[in-house]
């Protein structure tokens, strides 16, 4: 797995990937205390967003809010913290932090939004897009994840993350349009759906490219004339699957 600087990637975990973990025992979990996580969040924000380009004072808000930890299964939540995408079971990883937060920055929410993400996970990146817009709709395809993050989200009270099992390829129609759509996994392009579920003037932001190839971050914006493009970095990610 190449990363370097100029790198940002959720990395397909394969040296600890497809880990499938059995949930600790409410109230045993033997890792550091809320207060101490509390610290490594505050340093998170502080050495690998705002040291790098992450100015955007509401996502480092909200990236100082959402207990990543919590997300983590728990052979791994004593990193919830550093800088690296984590394994979540069935071969699938929950993004670096600083990947979260850029895509996150990338979007431009001002609060109003009603955001779509392909491939919720965890549903950490869900929390952080929750408190960014006004409302977050999360389809994950493996049932065992989805499972996961409705218990992670529901014990934690995010009001506003809505979620639902099944295949993102083809969104969510009954809630469209959205005024932003994330794809949390790589595509070759935009499918069909997902565009058409896109309100005018929205924008989404997917990884472009296949499961071999360095992907490339896209923003696309929806106008009147039809799209507009930016190409943001070069990023590697977990494929799209289809269902
Ligand atoms: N945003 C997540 C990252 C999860 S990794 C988090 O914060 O934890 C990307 C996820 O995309 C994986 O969980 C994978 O199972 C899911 N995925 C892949 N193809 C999908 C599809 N067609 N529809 C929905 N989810 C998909």
């Known amino acids: 797995m190449i990363r370097s600087a100029m790198m940002i990637g959720l990395a397909v975990a394969t040296a600890v990937g497809g880990c499938q973990q059995r949930a600790a025992p409410q109230g ?8 101490a996580f509390e610290a490594e969040r505050e340093a998170m924000v502080r050495e690998q967003l705002q040291a790098r380009d992450i100015r955007d004072a509401r996502v480092l808000e909200a990236m100082r ?3 990543r930890d919590r997300f983590v299964p728990e052979p791994f ?12 079971g069935r071969g699938q990883t929950i993004s670096q932090p600083y990947v979260v937060a850029f895509m996150a920055a990338a979007l431009k929410l001002r609060g109003e939004e ?4 392909v491939g919720s996970g965890s549903g950490y990146a869900a929390a952080v897009l929750s408190l960014l817009g006004s409302e977050v709709y999360g389809i994950e395809i493996e049932k065992d994840l989805y499972d ?4 992670t989200i529901g014990g934690l009270g995010y ?7 099944g295949d993102g390829f ?6 469209a349009p959205f005024d932003a759509i994330v794809l949390s996994c790589a595509a070759e392009r935009i499918p069909d759906p997902l565009w058409a579920q896109l309100a005018d003037g929205g924008r989404l932001l997917y990884p472009r490219g296949s499961a071999e190839d360095i992907q490339e971050l ?11 493009e930016e190409r943001l970095a070069p990023v590697r990610f977990v494929p799209m699957r289809r269902q």
Do not use: C, F, M, Q
């Open 65 to 67: 809010r959402v207990p």
């Open 28 to 35: 045993l979990s033997p890792s550091p205390a809320t207060e």
């Open 159 to 165: 009001p506003n993350v809505h979620l639902r099992w």
């Open 170 to 175: 083809r969104g969510w129609p009954e809630k």
């Open 218 to 228: 896209v923003l696309v914006t929806k106008t009147r004339e039809g799209r507009r």
């Open 148 to 151: 996961r993050s409705v218990v």
């Open 114 to 117: 009603r955001i779509l993400e």
């Open 77 to 88: 939540r004593r990193h919830a913290y550093s800088d690296e995408p984590l394994p979540i």
